[in-house]
């Protein structure tokens, strides 16, 4: 099994550029999430869906948009990437429910210069 | 909105020493994971605690979940060079229904052979 698949896993972006990171779980999971990680520091919730046909803002999600495409692909969405938006972005799922273990992907490494 | 911090930020230790983090929560959470991230790599999950003061032992780690529901520790017994990364609480607000998975600032461990 895949688990949880992200793409790419590295881009480079002037500020302005806009771009999509695609996440895609294989799990049959209800939930999924993204996160974004900056150097030395946690993991900060940008958006999630607890289900198909949902979302929900996290605690940063100013500058992103997301789309919950189908049950199995969550997309995340630069539309004019700014330097502070340079990033390590997970993204991750979860069975369902509020209880159970996230499983993530291997992350996408964002630069925008 | 929901801040959960960890404490220490960073932490030095001998092999063989012990080693403990401490996650407080600002509002009373529903469940409590704990997840592990070695350098480079993504978070991956340890373990869930469900019900008050629950306590649980895997091997050399032992994790409590407190009374209130608000905070929680690891405690690493003879940590080896293999223990070395970032520890990461993570859970979603006692609030029914909510699937908002809120990650602690971490606590960066480095054992020193």
């Known amino acids: 099994n895949a688990g949880v698949t992200q793409t790419p896993k590295f881009q480079v972006l002037k500020t302005g550029q806009s771009m999509t990171l695609q996440c895609a779980q294989d799990?049959?999971?209800?939930?999924m999430y993204w996160y974004r990680q900056d150097p030395g520091m946690g993991l900060r919730l940008i958006y999630y869906?607890?289900?198909?046909?949902?979302?929900d803002k996290g605690e940063v999600p100013n500058g992103y948009n997301v789309s919950r495409l189908n049950k199995r692909e969550f997309s995340l969405r630069l539309e004019s990437a700014a330097p502070s938006q340079t990033s390590v972005y997970f993204c991750?799922?979860?069975?369902?429910?509020?209880?159970?273990?996230?499983?993530f992907g291997e992350g996408s490494r964002l630069t925008v210069l | 909105g929901q801040q959960v911090m960890q404490i220490p930020q960073y932490q030095h230790v001998q092999e063989g020493e012990d080693f403990t983090t401490y996650c407080n929560s600002s509002?009373?959470?529903?469940?409590i994971q704990w997840y592990k991230q070695r350098p480079g790599g993504h978070p991956v999950f340890l373990i869930q605690?469900?019900?008050?003061?629950e306590v649980k032992k895997q091997k050399r780690l032992t994790f409590q979940f407190g009374e209130a529901k608000k905070n929680s520790s690891l405690h690493i017994t003879a940590t080896q060079t293999t223990d070395v990364g970032t520890y990461f609480c993570?859970?979603?607000?006692?609030?029914?229904?909510?699937?908002?998975?809120?990650f602690g600032t971490g606590t960066r461990l480095k054992v020193l052979a």
């Open positions: 991750a799922s979860i069975s369902g429910g509020n209880t159970g273990e996230l499983f």
């Open positions: 799990m049959n999971h209800n939930s």
């Open positions: 869906s607890a289900s198909e046909g949902t979302t």
């Open positions: 509002t009373t959470l529903s469940n």
């Open positions: 605690l469900v019900k008050s003061g």
């Open positions: 993570a859970g979603p607000p006692g609030t029914s229904g909510t699937y908002k998975y809120i």
